[in-house]
């Protein structure tokens, strides 16, 4: 039901009272949808059944804001109350943004306040002759208030220990041989890689404000990195108030900033900064995180590749609810010729070979592809395979170009996703040049284009698909930031630390160093509720990323006016 009629409904039970006051003598229910980030539920809706079997549901919008309703009647019997998707094997995305409160309130006083999230269910009953709510059966509520929270589990990677070595990979037996697929009956599985590798790399995110970000009513602002599918929920924080602090028995000066330390691995997330966009101080950021400053109301896509953290894309909530991303996805090619008659080959008599890829694409087109350069090849091929002397073959260098999003409906801020893709469509390619029918129309339309050299080719090849670039169009400018790496240990070592970031304010910048390998951020908050996931310390990866095997020539993009704009040379993917 829409909620417009929600609306209409309460209406009418409250006889037209649209308010708990004391002269409608009558004790109502105030409820309030909220999703911590702004941009709506996924699906989900905050439901009301009645006693006479009608059921009314709601739920914020993107932009939105806050739903509130009044929910008054004179039926005595049980109003169940729930927040849930209707489709239960669905899992909607930020689920653990949702938020609701339901508030017993007699003449404009509250009398309790029940909260709750995604999957939280609790069971009304009104007695109308004493005029009473009561809460018959509740599960998975909240806590009404909650204190902030020291970061809970998010802590920084163990450091290897110095007698840490790989172990050592088995001789091969003298007796051994290699597999011959032909002579075997049994079928080689494919292992699926893993979409995220073992913990080993570390991160920071610091914050920074007047006071502190965090509220008891959790209202106030945090962050959430998930995963790429953003329905798993990694870590969650808040910066914490002065006050706050010293009610927890951790009163440090300040309040005004601090930092957390997470160890994850390599693959992609989305980091999730909610509050209001306006709270953030024109001169200095909210945040700062993956090599990126930013404000409030902000979504950064990042990746972990090789020890290295990557920001791919930054969104602000206005743009996310009103505006349209666009990503152009660019990649590289290798096609494989063979069969040609001369091995003096322009590319220029190449100008079909777009009409036939874009032909065995879909998604693809012929304007959005380039031939870049041709090679002529020597392969060691069999006696058998020796081809004539008046044969030759060739590699024919190819970019495409193409919208993730408008062409094949995916979104292409999410790193893995594009790559994925890119996977996708490698395989397909792969099969289809390999087919006799792709060599048949390459002949055809060499033969059409006047390309004498290329009439007779016999077979093709798909050599090598690679992501070269994602740019993007309808995202915020990426700012660099400020503070220094991970490892300076000189800057982060400190107990007590000054750091000038800006020009209009010096903030100071207050931390704890703890033995044990790992440094907590002090005021960083953590919700216990259920459903929340953390990074899983197994994985079918081969092994960690050790400090050696570092990828040094992976760096963050460049944020100037062309930060928009991410380019990943082939050769580092």
Known sequence: MSSSMLGTVIAMLCL??????????????????VDMYGDGWDGEKFFIETPWNEMFSDAPTCGGGQVSHTFCTDA????????????ESYTPENYWED????????????????????????IFHYEAQSDEWSVVYWENLWESQKKCDACSDARACKPKSKGASKKAKKP????????????????????????YGP????????????????????????WYLADDRRTTLFHTGSLCSDSSKKERGRHRKGGASGYCSLCLGDGSYSMRFSGEASSSHSD????????????????????????????????????????????????????????????????????????????????????NI?????????????????????????????????????????EGRMYSKVKNLVSTLQDSLSSKVSAQGFSVSLAQSASLAGAVSLEKVQSAELVSLDLISISYEGVQTMQ???????????????????????????????????????????????HGVNGYKSVSQLSDSQHEVLPSEIDATISNPMFADKSSLRTELAASL
């Open 284 to 367: 200095r950021p909210a945040w700062d995180f993956c090599g990126v400053q930013g404000s409030h109301a902000q979504e950064l896509t990042f990746h972990i590749k090789k020890g290295k953290c990557i920001a791919d894309s930054l969104l602000g909530l206005e743009a996310d609810c009103y505006g349209t991303v666009v990503s152009t996805v660019t990649v590289s090619g290798v096609l494989n010729l063979v069969g040609l008659t001369s091995e003096f080959v322009e590319s220029s008599q190449f100008s079909f070979l777009p009409g036939v890829l874009a032909d065995s694409v879909v998604g693809w087109e012929s304007k």
């Open 76 to 87: 005595s019997g049980n109003y169940p109350m729930m927040l849930i998707h209707e489709n």
């Open 480 to 526: 660099a930031s400020t503070l220094p790496a991970f490892d300076d240990s000189q800057y982060w070592g400190s107990s007590v630390l000054n750091v000038s970031l800006y020009d209009a304010e010096s903030l100071s910048v207050f931390f704890i160093a703890v033995v044990g390998g790992f440094v907590a951020f002090v005021g960083l908050l953590s």
């Open 199 to 222: 913990p080993a790399v570390n991160v920071r995110v610091s914050m920074f404000d007047s006071d502190g970000w965090w509220q008891e009513n959790y209202r106030g602002a945090s």
């Open 99 to 122: 938020l609701f409160t339901v508030s017993v309130s007699k003449c404009n006083e509250t009398v309790a306040t029940y909260t709750g999230g995604y999957n939280s269910t609790m």
């Open 370 to 410: 380039e031939v870049q350069s041709t090679t002529l090849t020597s392969r060691a091929l069999s006696p058998t395979e020796m081809r004539r002397l008046a044969e030759f073959d060739v590699d024919v260098q190819f970019s495409a170009s193409f919208e993730s999003e408008a062409d094949y409906g995916v």
């Open 172 to 195: 091969a037996s003298a007796t051994s041989k290699p597999i011959d697929s032909s002579h075997s009956n049994s079928t080689k599985v494919v292992k699926q890689k893993p979409r």
């Open 16 to 33: 037209g009272v649209t308010t708990a006051n004391c002269s409608s003598n009558r004790t109502c229910l105030d409820i309030q949808l």
